[in-house]
């Protein structure tokens, strides 16, 4: 009894197995949650940037409080399965460190590169689809709010490794599934019958021919950069 108040740690079992699987899913854990602090702050870094932009060019405001709050809630409902993710044998294989300063550094290189499609957005919302007024900012924000759901939620796959996402290194089926759901509740609520009581409107069929090109063009800029990070900074 003594001996076991004093110790640090008390195996229930006669193998010291279970030492490695704890270190195994300590370091599982550290993981999944390094994925999520980075990419939450990458992509609010992204927002934050993209709103101060365009605030100061439109003469509306380019998405409503409401809006972002249903984005962050979706967001926020679609990491639920972060936890349950699947972690690359690397990341395993050696003990990971806390670094403050490596997520500051990650959340200001891979940040700004959604704001360059969100300026893509904008552009293609004000020139091609004339949504140019304050009478049309509805339509400019619906075409915002959607790419905007789309792109964060599709870019946990790529931050979430080093390695190409969906071939090389895949998330666990949980993350699949809440990611595909959360993609088709950001293109029905436009599109459906709460789009009102959400202040958003039906966007047209050019504008669904033309966003594939936004996110994909997104997704394979992120992946690029992945690259050019990682043989600077290693990727943790």
């Known amino acids: 009894d003594i001996a076991k108040e004093a110790a640090d740690i008390i195996l229930l079992e006669k193998s010291l197995l279970v030492l490695e699987q704890g270190v195994l899913e300590g370091r599982r854990t550290f993981g999944n949650m390094l994925k999520y602090i980075k990419m939450t702050a990458s992509s609010n870094f992204g927002n934050v940037f993209s709103v101060l932009i365009a605030a100061a060019l439109l003469p509306f405001l380019p998405m409503l409080p409401m809006h972002l709050l249903v984005l962050n809630l979706l967001y926020d409902i679609s ?12 990341m395993l294989r050696q003990p990971q460190r806390w670094q403050p300063g490596d997520i500051g550094r990650f959340m200001v290189f891979f940040g700004p590169l959604s704001s360059v499609f969100d300026m893509v957005t904008f552009a293609m919302m004000w020139y091609v689809f004339g949504a140019q007024t304050p009478a049309q900012q509805t339509l400019f924000q619906s075409g915002w709010f959607v790419v905007s759901l789309l792109t964060q939620a599709l870019i946990v796959h790529l931050i979430r490794t080093p390695k190409l996402p969906f ?3 895949r998330a666990a089926p949980a993350l699949l599934t809440m990611t595909l759901v959360i993609v088709a509740i950001g293109l029905f609520l436009p599109m459906g019958p ?6 958003l409107q039906a966007l047209p069929p050019l504008y669904f021919a ?3 090109f936004i996110v994909l063009g997104y997704m394979a800029l992120t992946q690029a950069m992945k690259g050019v990070y990682r043989r600077r900074w290693g990727w943790q």
């Open 79 to 90: 990491q639920i399965a972060i936890p349950f993710d699947n972690v690359d044998e690397e």
């Open 167 to 169: 071939i090389q290194s």
């Open 210 to 212: 033309l966003l594939p």
């Open 194 to 199: 709460l789009a009102h009581y959400f202040k």
